[in-house]
Nanobody, 121 residues
Framework: QVQLVESGGGLVQPGGSLRLSCAPS????????MAWYRQAPEKERELVAA???????NYADSVKGRFTISRDNAKNTVYLQMNSLKREDTAVYYC???????????????WGQGTQVTVSS
């Protein structure tokens, strides 16, 4: 069984910053890629940022220049540094990891429980 433990959400004023973190736990053989998605009320879940095991990144156009995704491979942890937050960034943010468990032959996709980010004055 794998768990993705997220932390770092909360309430912040427009223009402020937050850092999210996500660490998968369990019998992990290898992690291929990790990503952050978000879902605002009455909207579909969307990709915010992703990072491969080699460090390649990609971002949604709406967050480029404001958000930075990074990972600490030694800690199996991915971070999302969010700066210059806007009201439209308000959403539940979900961590996603494509990883292979020790007892499975191929990688699968796993999701965290989500963490609320609210940008409001």
């Amino acid at each position: 069984q794998v768990q993705l433990v997220e932390s770092g959400g909360g309430l912040v004023q427009p223009g402020g910053s937050l850092r999210l973190s996500c660490a998968p736990s369990g019998s992990i053989f290898s992690i291929y890629s990790m990503a952050w998605y978000r879902q605002a009320p009455e909207k579909e879940r969307e990709l915010v940022a992703a990072i491969t095991s080699g460090g390649s990144t990609n971002y949604a156009d709406s967050v480029k220049g404001r958000f930075t995704i990074s990972r600490d491979n030694a800690k199996n942890t991915v971070y999302l540094q969010m700066n210059s937050l806007k009201r439209e960034d308000t959403a539940v943010y979900y961590c996603n990891a494509k990883l292979r468990m020790t007892y499975l032959p191929s990688p699968e996709s796993y999701w965290g429980q989500g963490t609320q980010v609210t940008v409001s004055s």
